[in-house]
């Protein structure tokens, strides 16, 4: 069982940055990856980031390549979602998993479960 909790949302005007983070409990020997999803009022969920747990290798969608930037401590168990350049489109929760599977890392099928999420504002 593992658990998740995202911080560090907010609301900031276009162009503005935050950084979310993630922190992990539990039974996180087996996790291959860590990623990011984000859904936003009346969208499907869809998968941001991801990066492998001990390589740090990442992925991004391409909505948020070369404004996003994912990074993982594996030894501490935690994440970080680095969001610069914000656009009123990136309006959502942003909710952070775990996965075990090494095929589906970077699909957001690989991830079924998340924690509460953070709400992420973006607007003028």
């Known amino acids: 069982q593992v658990q998740l909790e995202e911080s560090g949302g907010g609301s900031v005007q276009p162009g503005g940055s935050l950084r979310l983070a993630c922190a992990a409990s539990?039974?996180?020997?087996?996790?291959?990856?860590m990623g990011w999803l984000r859904q936003a009022p009346g969208k499907e969920r869809e998968l941001v980031a991801s990066i492998t747990w001990r390589s740090g290798m990442a992925n991004y969608a391409d909505f948020v390549k070369g404004r996003f930037t994912i990074s993982r401590d594996s030894f501490k168990g935690t994440g970080t979602l680095q969001l610069n350049n914000l656009k009123p489109e990136d309006t959502a929760d942003y909710y952070c998993a775990l996965t075990t599977n090494n095929f589906l890392w970077r699909d957001l099928r690989g991830y079924t479960s998340w924690g509460q999420g953070t709400q992420v504002t973006v607007s003028s």
């Open positions: 539990g039974h996180t020997a087996d996790t291959y990856a």
